[in-house]
C-alpha cells in the first residue's frame, strides 16, 4: 500500500470496528462508535500537527508546555460526517467546522452538491474531511475538489471503511491527500455499497434505514 494510504491497526479500532459494523448494534450505540472511532482516528492522523512552545503556571512553578500551533479545519460531508466532527470537535475544541452537503445519486452513483458552507477566504492551515463512508471515491474527490477550487493548501481525508476502488479514485486524482481509515473492505456490491462495509452510515447513525 502507498504511504498516502494508512489504515490503523489499533487494537481498539479494531475492536470498535467489528460493534459497529454489527447489524445488532443499533443507531444509539452506532453513533457512540462513531464518535470513538473517529477520536482514535483524528489521533493518528494528526501526529504531524504543528506545534508552538508556552509556558503555563502550576501550582508549583512555571512549566514549559506546547500548544497547537495550526489552525485546523473540519469539513463534514453531510449527513454521515456529521457524527464524525462532532467526535473531533470534542478533543480539539478549537477547530473550525465547515459543513459541505453532498449525497449520492442512487442511479448514478454520482455526488451531488446541496450545501457548502464554506467562508469566501480560506482561514485554515489544515483541511480535515470527515466521511465515514469511502466507496466509489466519488463524494471524496468531489469534497477535495472543492476545498482545493476554495484554496485550501493542506488536506487529509479521514473515513472508517473504504473500498479498494474508492482508494484508488481518491489517491489517483488527489495523490498529495493522506487518507486515514479503520478498514479497506473486499468490494462494493452492484448498488455501489461497500462489502462487508456496514450498510449505510448516514441511515445507521439518524435511524432512517
Ligand atoms: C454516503 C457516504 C459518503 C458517500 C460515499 O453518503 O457518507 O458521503 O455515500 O459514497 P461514494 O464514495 O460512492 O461517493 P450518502 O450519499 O449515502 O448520503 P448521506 O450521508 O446523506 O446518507
Ligand atoms: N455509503 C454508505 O453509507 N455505505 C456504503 O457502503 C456506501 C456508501
Redesign the pocket.
Known sequence: MSDQVHVSRHPLVLHKLALLRSNLTEPKKFRELVREIAQLLFYEATQDLGLAPLTVQTPLAPCEGYEVAERVGVIPILR?GLGMSEAVIDILPTVHVWHLGLY?DHETLQPVTYYNKLPNEPNIDLSIIVD??L??GG?AVAAVDILKHWGARRIKFLGL?A?PEGVQNLSTAHPDVPIYLAAIDSH??ER????P????????QFGTG
Do not use: E
Open positions: 454521515a449520492r465515514p463512508m466507496a466509489t463524494s471503511i473500498a462494493l456490491d455501489g455499497y461497500i462489502v462495509g456496514l450498510g449505510d452510515a448516514g441511515d445507521r
